[in-house]
RNA sequence: GCCCCCAUCGUCUAUCGGUUAGGACAACAGGUUCUCAACCUGUUAAGAGGGGUUCGACUCCCCUUGGGGGUGCCA
């Protein structure tokens, strides 16, 4: 079976620590199997949609070396196909038009839950099953005639060629859904993998309100992409025997989803720090110079440094950062006179015998 | 309310019936040191509770408790 999985973001803003944890997962999995990584953008919500978020995920992605293998498929180029499959599902007498009443005016496409108890296997959370009586049908078709996410989603996944859909565990109770959906399009079932939530000191799901939220944040607070991609990765994953910092290429090779943890995982500010001060010691020193060169560019002090002693303070403090942010308290190494007490300076050197090489 | 899921040090986790329950971050102590930091060494620290199954349970089953998710003409 080939391995095709994607990543569907909705373009509505900045990209959400648990969503690229969602899509460097697909990738591994992609790359580890041979498969093929897509990007699919969900960009139906026509009013929070726009073309600035598309490139924010671009960046995002680029940023962490997330590469998709073939063109992106945007979904709002879809609509046909969305109403075709309702057409289809109408005529074989799985959905029918009611007029619901409510918000919306008119008649909506409702789909038409099997009505036997369901169950599907996921690869993380294993046997998952559903009485009949706990499913009830659902609007696929708004009566304004736009295709709501369940309908767009399945039918973009079918026309994609999905293998796996590995995504959020707020989705879980969504596959009974889209499984029933499959069925009814006739279409053969992917298999489902649904990954434990990044949650807060709380336990609540992790938001902006928690510190960094967004993959841009991260950047802008002189976090290297390893050292995000790495500490990612081990949000409800391990490699076992102990391994932590590992390589790209580790990192795939050891990717597997029966070592998923199912139980949330609390983001943790300060490992992802320390992490990236490891990442940061082995960079090139030029390279370490450059991000640091990045970092220090809006702070005053620093705007026209000697050459030759940044870069000589450089090697010496690059083991000892764990964030380029951390330069911009370099300022005395460069400016700030040290001050002593010439007196006492003196006598310690007579008393100690202290030898200084200059 | 109803449905589903989850549960090992403060945190991320290892363990897939037999271990002194291991590692990492954090914390603390000491060392090193031109402040800070970094670094080195060490210490503290965990199987939510109750029943089973078994010669033997962190591990398998049930209940309780706690937490999370879902329950839209949102995604």
């Known amino acids: 079976m080939s ?36 990007l699919r953008i969900e960009d139906t919500d026509r009013e929070r949609s726009t073309p600035e978020a598309v490139q924010t995920i671009l960046g995002a992605m680029e940023w962490l070396g997330l590469s998709y293998d073939e063109a992106p498929l945007y979904q709002s180029t879809q609509h046909g196909q969305h109403l075709q499959a309702a057409e289809l599902l109408l005529k074989n007498g799985h959905a029918y038009k009611e007029d619901k009443g409510g918000t919306g005016q008119g008649e909506c496409i409702i789909f038409k839950m099997p009505g036997t108890d369901m169950g599907f296997h996921d690869e993380i959370k294993g046997d998952l099953l559903k009485k009949a009586e706990d499913m009830k049908d659902f609007v696929i078709v708004r009566s304004d005639g736009s295709p709501v996410f369940h309908l767009a989603n399945v039918v973009d996944d079918i026309t994609q060629g999905i293998s796996h859909i590995i995504r959020g565990d707020d989705h879980v109770e969504n596959t009974f859904r889209h499984v029933a959906l499959y069925k009814a399009l006739g279409a053969a079932v992917p298999r489902y993998a649904h990954l434990p939530m990044i949650v807060n000191a709380q336990g609540k799901p992790y938001s902006k309100r928690d510190g960094a939220a967004y993959v841009g944040q991260f950047r802008e607070m002189g976090y290297c992409a390893d050292a995000l991609f790495n500490f990612l990765t081990l949000l409800g994953w391990s490699p076992g025997e102990d391994r932590e910092k590992m390589t790209l290429d580790e990192i795939i090779s050891a990717f597997t989803l029966d070592r998923v943890k199912s139980g949330p995982a609390q983001f943790d500010l300060r490992k992802l720090t320390h992490m990236n001060g490891l990442y940061l010691a ?30 000589k303070v450089c090697r010496l403090l690059q083991s000892r950062t764990p964030l380029y942010t951390q330069s911009e308290t370099w300022k005395y190494l460069f400016v700030d006179p040290i001050e002593y007490d010439e007196k006492a300076f003196q006598k310690t050197l007579k008393k100690e015998g202290v030898m200084l090489a200059l």
């Open 3 to 38: 391995v095709r999985v994607r990543f569907a973001p909705s373009p509505t803003g900045q990209v959400h620590i648990g969503n690229i944890r969602a899509a460097i997962f697909n990738w591994l999995f992609a790359r580890h199997n041979g498969g093929k990584f897509l």
């Open 282 to 311: 082995e960079l090139p020193v030029d390279v370490f110079a450059e991000g640091v060169r990045r970092h220090l560019a809006k702070v005053d002090w620093a705007q026209s440094l000697d050459e030759a002693l940044f870069m």
